[in-house]
């Protein structure tokens, strides 16, 4: 029987609900954070400006003053807002004066909080000091991490979503209260005079309705529950059909279940099955890791053996009178297969990165001559393609790290060979620098920049920003690759920012420790006169060779001035047209001049011209400075007298070399005789044993790959003889795998050497192991 819709429990129930409920918990929690996220906008905006206000003054005179230590500690001030994350001065020229930042606190909420207020917002004032308002002096820039205010606000938030549960709670028991009162009691009564009733006689019980509920739910379902106790007795006969329908059911369950344990055997069956499998597929993929192994040192062998022949036999072609189209083309032949001995290398230092069987060195070098070298060596691959090479290096550089020299110069190498390569005009800058116990590497050109796509796949081995890259610039994708894997070697990190048109910035920092031997970077006593002649700088404004010299010459506080300002300094002046000498330093009074050439066509030199080659070398800079003041020395003496030294080491000796490629027989043979030495053949390791018994050897130069007998065995029979312990025996193997060397030193070798090996390597283990001479009778 249905009863009028305003007349029903659950309508009443509902209303409550739905009164209570809404109205106190979710409308005024959602209003009351609405507000609240407004009100902390505006207060992060207000609070920033007043934070800005009251360092604007005292950033104005430190602008005006160019007092950096003030700027330093007026912006460690700023940091310790907490909300700061960055704050520096910049002056009218856009250079950064002063700078101070700290890294962002890192949440699990942080996400929340950005979704809502942004990152971090950027906030910039202009610096003025009333006496001179019309003059500009930069910006006080402040970045605010905007985490700090948004964590407050969601701290409040929880509070008023906490507060708001509690309330819903204590709303709650209100509304059980009624409930129980309405609905539960009467509930309860029924359910008591329910259970009274005897199964053996129900249709004798009748339930009495409760007052005050015989026209809504509760009286009807009374009413409806009295109707069944009148039908229970026809009840209990379908309960015995059920029961025995159970019984069937029963007896189809065991034979399901019987069912399904034969399914799960046959699946546990068909795991151990895939089990095995997988074992099999580990133990292939260990073989394939051996193979492939295998396979580069194969290839390694294979490639440096006729590739040694082709770049000994180039060297050996330019050693000779050739006109200038001859050598110009041969000297593209050597390039280009110097280029490709790198590319093996890339690939081969990359596998052993990956197998993580790349060793790293910790000795003393200097990064300032590695850089300066590095930036040398690409200097003329920039000038032929107009570009401006940079090197603007710290002068507070500590002079000598501790760490891996090779692997830090492949990085260098590739950084700016990349940044060259992918640059048609502009800058390529090299920038370094050293601040507690971090070296710092940038590496910034004006070039074809990258999408964030591109900047995604760089790092990735044979992958470039894009397809279009490749066709147009070529490269194998190796060189960034390399850089991200040796850095995360050395512990350190390699970054990138790049916008597409724009250019590209890398950043490579490394925990370097300073060596305890590290020499000063002062200008030495010498040329102190120098702090009183001075330097009259003659460079176009915003070039960035005049803007390195500059700072390098003010570390050493000589004094930089403008020509008109200074006729009696000497003047550095840019050569800007070829090889053609500058009216300017033709004409110059002074104590002479200096000619900064960036396109490496001006030779000419005299007493008072000088030429100073870019990018910037500082100790080609001194040595120039020195020159031009009447202060140089002459070191090309001391080296002269090096070199001499050196040579007088070697002697001529009777040397065994066992090869069994011709063509590297007449590398080695033309190399060892302009040393003058006298040098005999073996094809092989059986054929060398055989020399060595007909006559004496001063040293032996053993190939390792042989047919017949290979250079390990014939070292080792050599070894075994008494007569031959002493004797020399060096390896000359094209395998630069992880372990070749210690394979040589096992075999009884006394030193090692790769192809394609180069006259100075040679040499220089020549003279390592030359016997001693016999005493004087």
Known sequence: MMKGFRKRLSYRLTRDTVLVAMALGLVLNVVQITLDFFSARDSMEEEIQALLSISLSPASQIAYNIDVRLAEELLDGLLRHPATIDARIIDSEGQTMAAASQSSPDSAYRWISDLLFGSSRVFSQPLKVPQLQNLPLGHLTLTIDTYHYGLQFLQRSSYTLVSGLLKSLVLSAALL??????????MLNVIN????VRPSSPEKVRLPVPANHREDEIGTMVGIINQHLETIDSSLAQMRLAESAMKNYSSQLEQEVEDRTREISEKNTALQRGNRALVRAKEDAVRRARSRANFLASMSHEIRTPLNGVLGMLGLALEGE????????LEIALNAGESLLGLLNDILDISKVEAGKLNLENIPFSSRSLIEECATLHAQQARRKHIDLVTNLAPDLPETFLGDPTRVRQIVNNLVS???????????????????????????????????????????????????????????????????QLVERMHGQISVESHEGQGTHFTVTLPLPIHEDSGSTKLPDIAADLQTIGVALAFPNGNPHGDAIRRQLLAWNIPVSLPEDAPDAILITLAENGPAIPELANHWRGHGSIIADATGTVSNETSRCQVLSLPLNRNNLYQTLCRVAGLAHEPGKEKNARVGEAEALSRPMNILLVEDNQVNQLVASSMLKKMGHTVYHAENGQRALEALEHQPFDLVLMDCQMPVMDGYEATRKIRQNPEWQNLPVIAMTANVMQGDREDCMAAGMNDYITKPYKRDELKSAINRWMPPLPPES
């Open 177 to 186: 209260g009624i409930f129980y009162f309405v609905l539960t009691r009467p």
């Open 418 to 484: 990349n940044a060259i390569k992918f640059t048609e005009q502009g800058t390529v800058s090299i920038e370094a620098s050293h601040n507690e116990g971090i070296f710092r590497l940038d590496v910034t050109d004006t070039g074809i920049g990258m999408s964030d796509e591109g900047m995604q796949r760089i790092f990735s081995p044979f992958s470039q920003a894009d397809a279009d890259t490749t066709r147009l610039y070529g490269g194998t994708g190796l060189g960034l690759a390399l850089c991200r």
């Open 193 to 196: 005079s329910l259970s009274q």
């Open 322 to 329: 050739l006109d200038p189209g001859q050598r110009g083309r």
